[in-house]
């Protein structure tokens, strides 16, 4: 896992070698001024020599300023390599996740993917720049100033391998005992993020059904959750803290008291025991920030989990090892093909069942059938949203898992049944199309999608700013600018996901009219609820449970179809009344 997260430091290998070697020499700047304190206070101040003050004075005081510039160095060089490196692992992750198919997409779920990028990432992030400055300072102060500890009085030395096992043991419970609960702690913040998505995008539902009680219940019961296991886990790491200080008050009373009668019995100097306790006060200090780190990893660990399982995911959707990169044309063709989403993870029976069809090029196809017959279902197989569980599709020919998958996208033009906006302006938007689009071509596409006219009476035309979402436009503008979109790629196939189900029946057939007119070499499919959507269609696809109950044009299926004259009919009637 660590290797794999650490390809992410790149361009950062230089700051992260440079920050340990500045704080390795910080140490051994720290732990040289005692001594030089002892032998200024021995040699100079307690012998009143003068010269001997002067010289040592002035080697402390560069030792001091090379402290400094070393501290300096080292907390610059640690800040950009966390920083780097945590800019790197969110640019991995994030492009990682842009390869995701829509099974790839439902095993996280957005909300948890988007604490993993945020709050994971931030806590790794913590964690590198105390490995790279902290955890190395601990154990090399540590180290250094044993060393120079039982350089000055062994006997006095062995207080501090008493602590040590004792700490350590202590520490590791600590942890132990901690890490489970913190990988409780980031799958609660998943689902407090989901809680805030769904309320955020479902303002409006929530407001116009008063349910902002309910919605602040589940705010409410999602944070309440965090906190309990939150304070659960701070009650384990605050342990660390009373455990550091009984180690450090009870080595600084045994130094204190054992070095009284070593001064008294003339085995110690004064300037040797004020040494001893710096290095005591560093050797139990550096164990405390040791300790620290240990709890900031406690707390990543989970999170570099995490992150690790977004990095390494793969995309159930990818290219073979020879793609094609060029699609001929717009026909389609469905062999004996079924589809399950049980393949994704699922438990569910297949939703398409033994589909036979074949769709010419440039041809006009509507699709039809109640809730859950499976039109969307069909209809994402072409792009290659989903594989197929048995059979096979085919767009010009060949298999469309036989294509390069951008390849095939930027042939098939989809606006799915959920259109989708992003903030910017109605030309970016649009240029999501085609981004070397010219305004020529954006006002183009957007007079054959009935778009035109609306936003010609906007103050600011088609630099018009629309909100996340498209939050301030209509659904039937929304649905227009999002076929306008789908136009500007010039596409051989283009797929209406009942994409015209908010706009009136006569900018629907001025639409439909627009293809016909302008685009005749590209096939088209429209999935519709309303006859008068399809009726004009070269050929009309009847689904029911995932089957293909009837293929036929309108007179066709009015004579050999009930489920269609049914449909036709009520719908005749409706329009009368």
């Known amino acids: ?38 032998s200024l206070i021995d040699n100079g101040i307690n012998k009143g020599d003068m010269s001997a003050i002067e010289r040592i004075g002035f080697i402390l005081i560069i030792a001091c300023i090379l402290s400094l510039i070393f501290g300096f160095l080292s907390g610059k060089f640690a800040a950009e390599a966390s920083t780097g490196f945590a800019a790197n692992l969110r640019k991995d992750m994030f492009y990682n996740v842009q390869k995701f198919s829509f099974a790839n997409i439902d095993k996280f779920s957005p909300s948890s993917i988007v604490t993993r990028l945020t709050t994971d990432i931030t806590n790794l992030q913590n964690a590198y720049q105390m490995v790279v400055r902290v955890a190395v300072r601990c154990p090399v102060m540590l180290i250094f100033s044993l060393i120079m500890a039982f350089n000055i009085n062994r006997r006095l030395s062995i207080i501090f391998l008493f602590a040590l096992p004792v700490l350590g043991i202590g520490l590791f419970l600590i942890m132990n005992n901690a890490h489970p609960i913190f990988e409780r702690v980031f799958k609660l913040y998943d689902a407090l993020n989901l809680v805030v998505q769904e309320n955020l995008r479902g303002m409006r539902v929530v407001k116009s059904f008063v349910r902002e009680d309910f919605e602040e219940e589940k705010f409410k019961k999602a944070s309440k959750n965090i906190y309990d296991n939150s304070i659960k886990a701070e009650k384990l790491l605050m342990l660390n ?34 040494s001893m306790f710096t290095y005591a006060s560093q050797i139990l200090m550096s164990l405390m920030m040791l300790s620290m780190v240990f709890v900031m990893i406690t707390m990543s660990k989970a ?40 393949d994704l993870g699922h438990n569910s029976a297949p939703v398409l069942n033994n589909i036979n069809l074949h769709i010419k090029s440039g041809q006009t196809i509507g699709i039809i059938g109640g809730t859950g017959s499976s039109k969307s279902s069909l209809v994402q197989l072409i792009p290659r949203l989903f594989d197929v569980t048995e ?8 298999d469309v898992r036989d294509y390069d998958i951008e390849t095939l996208r930027n042939a098939v033009s989809m606006v799915l049944q959920k259109n989708e906006l992003f903030s910017g302006t109605i030309k970016d938007n649009l240029r999501w199309g085609d981004e070397n689009a010219t305004d020529e071509d954006i006002e183009r596409v957007c007079r054959l ?72 070499d590209t096939t088209k499919i429209i999935i519709a609820q309303r006859i008068s959507s399809v009726q004009e269609a070269d050929e009309i696809v009847i689904l029911e449970n995932g089957h293909i109950v009837s293929v036929g044009n309108h007179e066709e299926l009015l004579k050999s179809s009930d489920i269609y004259k049914e449909l036709y009919k009520s719908q005749m009637k409706g329009g009368e009344e």
């Open 1 to 38: 896992m660590m290797k794999h997260l650490f390809k992410s430091i790149r361009q950062y290998k230089k700051a992260s070698l440079l920050a340990p070697l500045f704080v390795t020499l910080e140490v051994i700047m720290e732990v040289l001024i005692p001594t030089i304190m002892a």
């Open 241 to 274: 803290m009373p455990l550091m200080q009984f180690a450090m008050y009870t080595c600084m009373l045994l130094i204190s008291w054992i070095g009284a009668k070593l001064i008294l019995s003339s085995s110690m100097t004064t300037g040797e025991l004020m």
């Open 303 to 342: 999170s570099a989990e995490r992150i690790a399982e977004i990095l390494d995911e793969k995309s159930t959707l990818t290219n073979n090892d020879n793609p094609v990169f060029e699609v001929p044309n717009g026909s389609i063709d469905f062999d004996n093909v079924y589809f399950s989403y049980a």
């Open 391 to 398: 059979g096979s599709v085919k767009v010009g020919g060949i």
């Open 449 to 520: 999608a009935q778009a035109d006219g609306f936003i010609q009476e906007f103050p600011d035309k088609y630099d018009t700013f629309i909100e996340q979402g498209g939050s301030n436009v209509s659904g039937g503008q929304k649905q227009r600018l999002c076929i306008a979109r789908a136009l500007l790629k010039k596409p051989k196939i283009l797929i209406l996901d009942d994409s015209t189900s908010a706009v009136d029946t006569k900018t629907d057939a001025l639409i439909r009219k627009a293809f016909i007119e302008e685009i005749p």
